[in-house]
Each structure stands twice: as structure tokens, then as C-alpha cells.
């Protein structure tokens, strides 16, 4: 069975760290791009970081550069994004998508058709 599935949210005080991962059964991410995203209560989906699978290249939104590094270990499957300085606004649910031979240049710009969808994690920033 082909799924994406992510862990590691949780409570966290402002100002503090989580890891997100985002690991893949039933495929491998080698030739997969991946991207999270992000959606708060009462809002739209965003984009917030992707790494593509050619060459690692990566791509961050505006308010999470910075803070957010999103990394991958092909021999793992698994795909993760530190998040440090952690805010109140950073609070949602995220979700990590693959897309075969795709490159994150555009991932911020345009919405982006992906293959595969995990089911989310919540990340709660609070005091």
C-alpha cells in the first residue's frame, strides 16, 4: 500500500523546536520531490518548504525562512522539517505531499498537482 505518513507534532512553548518527518511505504521517494504544507483553523492550505530529487535543491516560504530546514535521507525514505523559534502562527496541521520528477522551483507560486498526500500532523505553538 502506497502511503505518505508524518509524525513528530505535538504542544510546543513559543520559541521551542519540533522535527516533522514524513516517510514513505509501498514506493521509494528517490525520484520524488517532496513538500509540506500547512493548514490553520479557518484558513487555506500553504505551502512551506520543498526539496526536490534531482539535486536536494530547496524552497522556503517568506515566514518560515529562516527558522525551518527541510532535509531528506533517500535510504530511509523519510523526509524531514526542523522547525525552530517555533510561533503562535506556525500552529496547524501539516501535511507532507510527494511528486515524481517534479523540481520545487514553482512549488510557491503555483498550486502544484501531487502524487501522494499524507494525513497530517498537529503542531500546536503555545504558552
Known amino acids: 500500500q502506497v502511503q505518505l505518513v508524518e509524525s513528530g507534532g505535538g504542544l510546543v512553548q513559543p520559541g521551542g523546536s519540533l522535527r516533522l518527518s514524513c516517510t514513505a511505504s509501498?514506493?521509494?521517494?528517490?525520484?520524488?520531490?517532496i513538500g509540506w504544507f500547512r493548514q490553520a483553523p479557518g484558513k487555506e492550505r500553504e505551502g512551506v518548504s520543498c526539496i526536490s530529487s534531482s539535486d536536494g535543491g530547496t524552497v522556503y516560504a517568506d515566514s518560515v525562512k529562516g527558522r525551518f530546514t527541510i532535509s531528506r535521507d533517500n535510504a530511509k525514505d523519510t523526509v524531514y522539517l526542523r522547525m525552530n523559534s517555533l510561533k503562535p502562527e506556525d500552529t496547524a496541521v501539516y501535511y507532507c505531499?510527494?511528486?515524481?520528477?517534479?523540481?520545487?522551483?514553482?512549488?510557491?507560486?503555483?498550486?502544484?498537482?501531487?502524487?501522494?498526500w499524507g494525513k497530517g500532523t498537529l503542531v500546536t505553538v503555545s504558552s
Open positions: 505531499a510527494a511528486k515524481r520528477y517534479y523540481y520545487c522551483s514553482d512549488y510557491l507560486t503555483r498550486v502544484v498537482s501531487m502524487d501522494y
Open positions: 509501498g514506493f521509494t521517494l528517490d525520484y520524488y520531490a
